[in-house]
Structures are given as structure tokens and as C-alpha cells.
DNA sequence: GCAGATAGTGGATAAATGCAACTATAATAT
DNA sequence: ATATTATAGTTGCATTTATCCACTATCTGC
């Protein structure tokens, strides 16, 4: 039945693919992370990892970062606070910004996160070739820098 | 401030990149869709072209194609009736399937929409060079078809 | 100081998602 | 033939996200 299926334009539509290979990928992570106080949606993962590996790091650059507004972004921030992963602090140079600060439990997420994070996303893509999967990393890599800011 | 971010792993992690372009590209689309009764979601668009260039299709193979369970389907189907767009018939075959057609309007939509979608996605992806956006279709095609059980 | 930008908060609304129960019909097996 | 199991679709519900907007506080530059 499927096999023979056209797409239409939608075979020629890169968006189409990266919106449903989203949706797969999204899903099979959920499974992954399921009832590790992290899941669904790029925010609280990028968020607990980022601030790990950056304490002080502040929730309008991780918005930015995760393409998130800053009312997403404080639920966020709020969301990983009262689990006791994060800590919230008021900048000193700027008192209008806060500083972000993981706990050890948080630390202790972050490390777990880190490794099953990676993993899932390897084994999902496992299907792929190596040196495929490098094409895409680094396409969509500078396509993520661009869209972001970051170069 | 965010030139010189390190992403921790998710720098390397397949699956980071596939979620933020993703969020980016939806919602660039959306706004080019906007007003449309096709907006939000990859389901109604691909539900609609689907239709209309292939009569009689039924409502779970499009589920199976975009990766949406059997009720959020039936909801993408409800809302195109309800807005005129396709319609409903009772499989002869098989009582229990269903077969959808477009309508008029719907037709019309499709050939706005099919235009709309395929620029959208050229113009959103127009930095990265020709050759690279080939590979990419190349590798992700295939990677969606074999999500999908396509191939 | 004043005007305008920026950081974060909070609320309300609208959608989408996933889950599970339920009907109806088909296909299969005994 | 009939009992079992599988499939197509519908519906309600609870959860989660997203989006938009208004609001406070603070900072920056004139």
C-alpha cells in the first residue's frame, strides 16, 4: 500500500522531511527520557545541560539558543528550579538578569541526560552511514549557527 | 555573548539540530500559511495535498505517512470536512475505511498551498548552497522513508 | 533625568498530543 | 457457523505547549 505512495511536492520539500523525522525523533526520545523529570521539548534538556557546563549562564542567551521567547523560557527555568536541578540568582552586574546554577542533583541529571541523550540520538540514526551522518551534522549544524545568531 | 557558546554534546547530537530547525521552520511557515485553514503541524498540509492527488485515499495510510496516530488523523479529517476543503465516504470495500476526496475549494487551496510550501521551504533554506540542500533531501528522504516503513 | 531597549514574570487562550474506551466491520481459525 | 482477534475510525479527557500581551524593574545613551 505505502510503498508506492507520491508525496506529492512534498518530496521535494525539505521541511517536510525535518518536520516529520522531528516528530519521530521527538517521540523516541520521550520514550527514552521517560519519568527522568526532563522530558519532552529541546527547552529543559538544553537548558539543564547548558547551565552544567556554564554556571552563570543566563536564560534570555539559553532562549536564544533554544528558540525559545522569554515567557517559555522562564517556565522553563521555573519548571527545573522547583524539581531542585537549577539554582536562580540574581546577576550582580545586572540586576535586572539572573545567573543559572546547577545543583548536584542537577549534576548528577545532567550526566545521566548527557549520555542518554547521545546515545539516543546515534541509535536512532543508526540506520544512516556514518559519513552521512556527518554530511547532515555539519549541514545542519551551520544551518542551526545561522538561524541562531551564532555566526 | 553567544558567538563563543559551547553546546555541550548537543553539539554533536543529531537530534538537537533536527529539533530547533525544526521549531524555526514551522514557525516560519506558519507564518507564510497564516489565514489559510492549513496552518500548524504538518498533518493538515500533507492530509490536503495527499487528497487531492491521490483520490480516495484513506485516512490511515496518511496517518502512517505523517507519523500521527489514528485520532489525531481523524481530527486533521474533520477539521478539512468541516471547512469544506474534502469529503467523506465509506469505503465500498471495506465498511469500516474511508475514502476522502477533495473538493473545489479544496483543489484550489492545494494548488496555492503546494506553491506556498515549496517556496517556503527553498527561501527558509536558501543560505545553505544548492548542492548541500541536495544532500540533505537525499539523506533525509531516505531516512524518512525508512521511519515511515516506506522503503 | 528621560526615552527607549532589555530581562524576567504572569495570565489567558488556543492547539496539539497521547491515552484509553468504544463501535463497527473484517479476517482468521476452529 | 461461530468465536476470536485485528483493524478503521470516533470520542472524551488530561496533559502539555505555544503564543500573545500586558506589566515591573532595570539599564543605556542622550
Redesign the interface.
Known amino acids: 500500500?505505502?510503498?508506492d505512495?507520491?508525496?506529492?511536492?512534498?518530496?521535494?520539500?525539505?521541511?517536510?522531511?525535518?518536520?516529520?523525522?522531528?516528530?519521530?525523533?521527538?517521540?523516541d526520545?520521550d520514550e527514552c527520557l521517560e519519568g527522568l523529570d526532563v522530558a519532552k521539548g529541546?527547552g529543559k534538556?538544553?537548558t539543564l545541560?547548558?547551565v552544567?557546563?556554564?554556571p552563570g549562564?543566563r536564560p534570555s542567551?539559553i532562549a536564544?539558543?533554544?528558540?525559545k521567547d522569554r515567557s517559555a523560557m522562564g517556565r522553563i527555568v521555573e519548571h527545573l528550579v522547583s524539581h531542585g536541578l537549577i539554582r536562580r540568582e540574581t546577576s550582580a552586574e545586572d540586576s535586572r538578569a539572573q545567573e543559572l546554577y546547577i545543583t548536584e542533583s542537577g549534576a548528577e541529571l545532567a550526566t545521566k541526560v548527557?549520555d542518554l541523550?547521545?546515545r539516543?540520538?546515534k541509535d536512532?540514526?543508526s540506520?544512516?552511514p556514518e559519513d552521512?551522518?556527518a554530511?547532515?551534522?555539519d549541514?545542519?549544524?551551520?544551518?542551526?549557527r545561522?538561524?541562531?545568531?551564532?555566526?
Not at 523525522?21 to 517521540?27: E, Q, Y
Not at 549541514?139 to 542551526?144: N, V
Not at 545561522?146 to 555566526?151: E, N, Q
Open positions: 500500500m505505502a510503498e505512495v507520491d508525496l506529492d511536492v512534498l518530496n521535494d520539500t525539505l521541511s517536510f522531511y525535518i518536520r516529520t523525522i522531528n516528530l519521530a525523533v521527538s517521540r526520545l529541546t534538556i538544553t545541560l547548558l552544567d557546563s556554564h549562564i542567551l536564544q539558543l533554544t528558540m548527557r541523550v547521545t539516543q540520538s536512532f540514526f540506520f544512516i552521512e551522518q554530511q547532515l551534522m549541514i545542519l549544524g551551520r544551518a542551526y545561522r538561524i541562531v545568531g551564532l555566526a
